[in-house]
């Protein structure tokens, strides 16, 4: 059996992302089709472009080109753009949400405890973790006007202003400035665990305990040491959709409800250099999404069948201990190799944090690659479950009915659209180290030369992402 979580919503639709066989063969969606070439034809089209735009980028980018502000504001239009800065527009929003979360808790814990007919794991495992990463990345950071523990938790500080005659409730204790970003590097090492290994993440009435779990680790995180220190060192999910919003054209002010557009990825040039321990959440980030897509495939059934002493839970926690570690060597491997060809002696571990923001482009080119299926065939299953979340026979908006269209998306778009991002993301992750090496190193020559061992590194990575997105799906 396998212990991937989703297992239980995959059977809502039956879904293969695609798969290429020895003879380039690519199957998905109970259809069959044949790749126009080799696939390692498309592995070296893919590492060319990358090759040439590091050329490109190394002789048009300079410290003067890449030092411009890029960002222009959006005059928003008065309807209905314009409303969606107002008080009673953003409280519509975030009862909305406060809503979703009371409803996700409550499907789970009273709701049918088959995956298929509650609201809950359809919500979570593909709405929202993989759905919000997808709008981050393309309309700008959204997570701060929805999340509703950080909605409730202002909602709870109103309220206790009101008893209190206007004083604040102060944070019982001081954040300890050695922790920096630890907790969350911890917090979603545990949610990864839970996404890709434990047998019961899809089960409605474990998600319950969960979640309730995670919102009360939330909420009395930020009673103790403030709402904006907690937000920012020790949830994931306001650090991941942060980080992908960066990546988009498109930059949210809330506090002078304003939207600015800019070039993709400019957002991190905006940003402080990272602590080490933002650095490791990074990589863990990036390995665990690619541990996900291996564990899928023949290779790692063949572990299975060569480990069969031990359990599939063992297994998958075995890899998800050993994949990341091997991303973080192999990273400061190459960290080495950026010092020694940039032929200064900065820190080791400052070249880490430097670079660490150019990895993230080619974190969300995998995340879309490997979860646009996802999304688009079982994730119709929400549309007749919002009709009765609790999959006890209501037909609340009559869309019950609903039949999930297996030809959303087939084998040949999966296909060309995953060699596109994924190619699209190592090129971008070029351009954003290429820039923070001017920025790190004292000449533009040993800025070039420092980023040979990123462009290897990068190189290396879009083959091997291109050879898993290839391989047959074993669920």
Same mark, same amino acid.
């Given at each position: 059996?396998?212990?991937?979580?989703?297992?239980?919503?995959?059977?809502? @639709?039956?879904?293969?992302?695609?798969? &290429?066989?020895?003879? #380039?063969?690519?199957?998905?969606?109970? $259809?069959?089709?044949?790749?126009?070439?080799?696939?390692?034809?498309?592995?070296?089209?893919?590492?060319?472009?990358?090759?040439?735009?590091? +050329?490109?980028?190394?002789?048009?980018?300079?410290?003067?080109?890449?030092?411009?502000?890029?960002?222009?504001?959006?005059?928003?239009?008065?309807?209905?753009? @314009?409303?969606?800065?107002?008080?009673?527009?953003?409280?519509?929003?975030?009862?909305?949400?406060?809503?979703?979360?009371?409803?996700?808790?409550?499907?789970?814990?009273?709701?049918?405890?088959?995956?298929?007919?509650?609201?809950?794991?359809?919500?979570?495992?593909?709405?929202?973790?993989?759905?919000?990463?997808?709008?981050?990345?393309?309309?700008?950071?959204?997570?701060?006007?929805?999340?509703?523990?950080?909605?409730?938790?202002?909602?709870?500080?109103?309220?206790?202003?009101?008893?209190?005659?206007?004083?604040?409730?102060?944070?019982?204790?001081?954040?300890?400035?050695?922790?920096?970003?630890?907790?969350?590097?911890?917090?979603?090492?545990?949610?990864?665990?839970?996404?890709?290994?434990?047998? @019961?993440?899809?089960?409605?009435?474990?998600? #319950?305990?969960?979640?309730?779990?995670?919102?009360?680790?939330?909420?009395?995180?930020?009673?103790?040491?403030?709402?904006?220190?907690? *937000?920012?060192?020790?949830?994931?999910?306001?650090?991941?959709?942060?980080?992908?919003?960066?990546?988009?054209?498109? $930059?949210?002010?809330?506090?002078?409800?304003?939207?600015?557009?800019?070039?993709?990825?400019?957002?991190?040039?905006?940003?402080?250099?990272?602590?080490?321990?933002?650095?490791?959440?990074?990589?863990?980030?990036?390995?665990?999404?690619?541990?996900?897509?291996?564990? $899928?495939?023949?290779?790692?059934?063949?572990?299975?069948?060569?480990?069969?002493?031990?359990?599939?839970?063992?297994?998958?926690?075995?890899?998800?201990?050993?994949?990341?570690? &091997?991303?973080?060597?192999?990273?400061?491997?190459?960290? *080495?190799?950026?010092?020694?060809?940039?032929?200064?002696?900065?820190?080791?571990?400052?070249?880490?944090?430097?670079?660490?923001?150019? +990895?993230?482009?080619?974190?969300?080119?995998?995340?879309?690659?490997?979860?646009?299926?996802?999304?688009?065939?079982?994730?119709?299953?929400?549309?007749?479950?919002?009709?009765?979340?609790? @999959?006890?026979?209501?037909?609340?908006?009559?869309?019950?009915?609903?039949?999930?269209?297996?030809?959303?998306?087939?084998?040949?778009?999966?296909?060309?659209?995953?060699?596109?991002?994924?190619?699209?993301?190592?090129?971008? #992750?070029?351009?954003?180290?290429?820039?923070? #090496? +001017?920025?790190?190193?004292?000449?533009?020559?040993?800025?070039?030369?420092?980023?040979?061992?990123?462009?290897?590194?990068?190189?290396?990575?879009?083959?091997?992402?291109?050879?898993?997105?290839?391989?047959?799906?074993?669920?």
């Amino acid at each position: 059996m396998n212990k991937k979580p989703r297992l239980f919503i995959l059977t809502s @639709g039956l879904v293969a992302f695609f798969t &290429i066989t020895s003879t #380039a063969h690519a199957h998905g969606f109970g $259809e069959r089709y044949d790749l126009p070439m080799p696939l390692l034809y498309f592995i070296i089209g893919a590492v060319v472009a990358v090759g040439l735009s590091f +050329l490109l980028v190394g002789v048009f980018v300079t410290s003067e080109t890449s030092a411009g502000n890029f960002r222009y504001e959006v005059k928003l239009p008065k309807w209905p753009m @314009g409303y969606i800065g107002t008080c009673s527009a953003t409280w519509l929003i975030k009862s909305f949400s406060v809503f979703l979360l009371a409803l996700i808790i409550l499907t789970a814990l009273f709701g049918s405890n088959k995956p298929i007919y509650n609201f809950t794991p359809t919500f979570i495992w593909i709405i929202w973790w993989v759905g919000i990463g997808f709008v981050s990345a393309v309309f700008g950071n959204v997570w701060p006007l929805i999340n509703p523990w950080k909605i409730t938790f202002e909602i709870a500080e109103t309220v206790s202003k009101l008893f209190r005659r206007g004083r604040e409730v102060k944070p019982f204790l001081r954040y300890p400035s050695d922790l920096h970003g630890w907790p969350v590097v911890i917090i979603f090492a545990v949610f990864a665990w839970i996404e890709n290994v434990y047998w @019961g993440a899809a089960i409605p009435r474990h998600l #319950a305990i969960l979640v309730i779990i995670y919102s009360l680790v939330q909420w009395g995180g930020m009673l103790c040491f403030g709402k904006q220190i907690w *937000l920012k060192n020790a949830d994931p999910f306001t650090l991941i959709f942060r980080f992908f919003s960066k990546l988009s054209v498109f $930059e949210i002010d809330y506090s002078h409800r304003k939207v600015f557009v800019r070039p993709p990825g400019w957002g991190f040039f905006t940003s402080s250099k990272p602590h080490v321990s933002i650095m490791i959440f990074v990589l863990i980030l990036l390995s665990t999404v690619t541990f996900d897509g291996i564990k $899928e495939t023949p290779f790692w059934n063949d572990i299975y069948t060569s480990l069969s002493h031990l359990s599939y839970t063992q297994i998958d926690t075995l890899g998800l201990i050993v994949v990341p570690a &091997i991303f973080i060597s192999i990273y400061f491997i190459f960290c *080495l190799s950026i010092r020694y060809f940039s032929r200064e002696n900065p820190n080791l571990i400052s070249i880490g944090a430097t670079f660490a923001f150019s +990895l993230l482009p080619i974190a969300l080119a995998y995340h879309f690659a490997h979860y646009l299926s996802l999304l688009l065939i079982p994730g119709q299953a929400i549309i007749p479950l919002l009709s009765d979340p609790f @999959g006890i026979g209501w037909n609340l908006f009559g869309s019950t009915g609903y039949q999930i269209k297996l030809n959303a998306i087939n084998a040949k778009a999966a296909w060309f659209f995953s060699v596109s991002v994924i190619v699209i993301g190592h090129v971008l #992750a070029v351009y954003i180290s290429h820039v923070f #090496a +001017l920025k790190m190193f004292k000449s533009h020559d040993n800025a070039i030369r420092s980023q040979y061992p990123m462009l290897l590194l990068m190189l290396i990575y879009t083959a091997i992402s291109l050879w898993i997105l290839s391989m047959p799906i074993i669920e």
